[in-house]
C-alpha cells in the first residue's frame, strides 16, 4: 500500500521561496500522477499541479503557473515542489496526493494523500 | 469562487439520509468522471467515491455517488455521528485543471 510522507511545518517572510517534499513508499512511483493541493485556514481544496516521475514534465494551475515548480526525484521516490515569490495568501496545509491512473495527465482523483504541510508567510 | 458548486452545510439526525450535490459544467462534471472525498479537521481528504460512482475497498456501502449531466450527488444513508466532516467534489476541467467544489460541512444532530 502507498504511503505518502511530507517534510514538516515552514514559516517564511513574504517575497520567499518555500520547498515541500512528499516521500512515497510501496507501489510503483514512477507511472503515477503527483500532485499538490493546497487548502488554506477554513477554506477549500485547491489544486497546484502534478507531476508524472516518469515523464519528468508537469502540468500547473493557470493561477500558479510561473510561481511554482514540481519535480520529481526517481531515485528516492520523492515529489517536490516549490512555491516562489510567497505573500500571505500563500498560508496554507499543502498536501501532496497520488492519482492511481496510470501515466494521466488529467487525474480525476486522489486515492492517497500525504498527511500535510503547513506553511506559514508572515513578516 | 470554486468552479463546482456545493452547499456549504447540511445537518440531518442520525439514522437519516442526507444528498449533497455538486453542479459543474460541459467542462468538468459534464464531460469527467466525478470523485467525491470526506475530510475531518486537521486531517488529509480522504477518498469515498471515484468514477462518479465507485467506492474503494473499505468504505461502507452507506456511501454512494451518481452523476447526471452536469450534476453530481453524494448520498450518505443510515447517518453516523462519526459521519460529521467536511465532504468535498472534484473533477478534471478541460481547462486543464483539477477543480473542487467548495465543500459540504455535514453536521449529524
Known amino acids: 500500500q502507498v504511503q505518502l ?79 516562489r515569490s510567497l505573500r500571505s495568501e500563500d498560508t496554507a496545509v499543502y498536501h501532496c496526493a497520488r492519482s492511481p491512473q496510470q501515466y494521466n495527465w488529467s487525474p480525476d482523483v486522489f486515492d492517497v494523500w500525504g498527511q500535510g504541510t503547513m506553511v506559514t508567510v508572515s513578516s | 469562487q470554486s468552479v463546482l458548486t ?25 464531460s469527467h468522471f466525478v470523485s467525491w472525498y470526506q475530510q475531518f479537521p486537521g486531517t488529509a481528504p480522504k477518498l ?9 475497498s473499505g468504505i461502507p456501502d452507506r456511501f454512494s455517488g451518481s452523476k447526471s449531466g452536469s450534476s453530481a450527488t ?24 483539477v477543480v473542487f467544489g467548495g465543500g459540504t460541512r455535514l453536521t449529524v444532530l
Open chain 1, 5 to 83: 510522507g511530507q517534510s514538516g511545518a515552514e514559516v517564511k517572510k513574504p517575497g520567499s521561496s518555500v520547498t515541500v517534499s512528499c516521500k512515497a513508499s510501496g507501489g510503483n512511483f514512477s507511472i503515477y500522477s503527483f500532485n499538490w493541493v493546497r487548502q488554506a485556514p477554513g477554506q477549500g481544496l485547491e489544486w497546484m499541479g502534478g507531476v508524472i516521475p516518469m515523464f519528468g514534465a508537469a502540468n500547473y494551475a493557470q493561477k500558479f503557473q510561473g510561481r511554482v515548480t514540481i519535480t520529481a526525484d526517481k531515485s528516492t521516490n520523492t515529489v517536490i515542489m516549490e512555491l
Open chain 2, 6 to 30: 456545493q452547499p456549504p452545510s447540511m445537518s440531518a439526525a442520525p439514522g437519516q439520509k442526507v444528498t449533497i450535490s455538486c453542479a459543474g459544467g460541459s467542462s468538468n462534471i459534464g
Open chain 2, 48 to 56: 469515498l467515491i471515484h468514477d462518479n460512482n465507485k467506492r474503494p
Open chain 2, 74 to 97: 453524494l448520498v450518505i444513508t443510515g447517518l453516523q455521528t462519526g459521519d460529521e466532516a467536511d465532504y468535498y467534489c472534484g473533477t478534471w476541467d478541460s481547462s486543464l485543471s
